[in-house]
């Protein structure tokens, strides 16, 4: 590589290192001209069809288009709102991992008994969660907006969303733009990721709030950014109007807060400054997600993403490499 000097190289894939596992086929490398860049580890040729990265999104969200069919009646756009299928966590298929979990266990009950310790817990340590589960009855597999997964790793942090607040971030953005890939749900996920990583910064490594916060946005910045200077055009909206719209969005607002323990580190993470920050990475990384089988229908359900060495891929006219999803995430 002409005119890479080796330390901005070296530079580079030290950044990325934690992430990179053991004898991957592949690194990431920067140079003044491509900027940060994956390419190969060897200069032998991968056999077609080798797969040589795995990577699970560091945040994602359903397009708003999936919401709603347009044009509608307003009734029938607002109940297009609550006809989800998937995870409003990790987006997989809720009737698929039914089905596995059935499998699985084997028609034993095992599954039926943990789903009653679930709703029984949830029932005498957070009104919240037991107000969401009778919000989403009818379409969440008739107990939870979350699979069981995420239910049971999510019980013990403050509680974000519920099924009322998505409706109004997903009509408010239905009625700025429904072509918007990055907008107020996908700002509002990924200020929810980065103080759920704040809360755990805390708790297990003692961090003050205005460190962890710090530390928590960390990953993002791996994300390539804007240009200096450079202002990001959001699909009917902007990031002062997004920013506006979280604070004013409860349990979310006061959820935030809680987990990042500091009312002042808080505020910092809605700024207009850091809305605009995870905007612009947002529009300049994200990547189209298909979850099969969550969509309407049994249809995969469009979503898109942020992947951190995803992301650091160059384009190709003429790529040698495609993206594939499994069955259920």
């Known amino acids: 590589m002409q005119g890479t000097s080796r330390d901005a190289m070296v530079h580079a894939a030290e950044e990325f290192a934690d992430l990179i596992p053991p004898g991957a086929q592949f690194e990431v490398l920067r140079s003044d001209h491509a900027g940060r860049f994956m390419t190969a580890a060897s200069a032998e040729f991968l056999p077609d069809g080798s797969a040589f990265l795995e990577e699970t999104p560091l945040v994602a969200w359903p397009l708003t288009s999936e919401l709603f069919v347009s044009p509608q009646t307003e009734s029938a756009s607002k109940a297009s709102l609550y006809s989800t299928n998937w995870c409003e966590n990790c987006l997989c298929s809720l009737q698929q991992q039914q089905q596995q979990q059935q499998q699985q266990d084997g028609f034993t009950g095992i599954r039926r008994v943990r789903r009653r310790l679930s709703s029984k817990q949830s029932a005498t340590t957070n009104d919240e969660v037991r107000t969401q589960a009778r919000g989403f009855s009818n379409l969440c597999t008739g107990e939870t907006m979350y699979c069981s997964t995420c239910f049971e790793r999510l019980s013990t942090r403050p509680q974000f969303m519920t099924p009322g607040l998505l409706q109004r971030w997903r009509s408010w953005q239905a009625g700025k733009s429904l072509d918007s890939c990055v907008g107020l749900e996908a700002l509002a996920r990924c200020c929810m990721q980065v103080a759920s990583h704040a809360a755990t910064l805390r708790e297990v490594h003692g961090l003050p709030a205005g460190d962890a916060l710090h530390a928590a946005l960390l990953p993002f910045d791996r994300l390539a950014a804007p240009p200096s200077g450079a202002v990001v ?97």
């Open 233 to 329: 055009a959001l699909h009917g909206t902007s990031p002062a109007e997004v920013s506006e719209q979280l604070l004013g969005s409860e349990p979310f607002h006061s959820a935030v807060v809680s987990a990042i323990g500091c009312q002042a580190a808080a505020a910092q993470l809605f700024a207009e400054s850091t809305i605009a920050a995870l905007a612009g990475r947002l529009v300049l990384n994200a990547a189209g997600i298909q979850v099969l089988g969550a969509g309407r229908r049994g249809l995969p359900l469009r979503a898109a993403g942020v992947y951190v060495l995803l992301s650091t891929m160059n384009h190709s006219c003429e790529p040698s490499a495609e993206m594939l999803f499994g069955d259920s995430s």
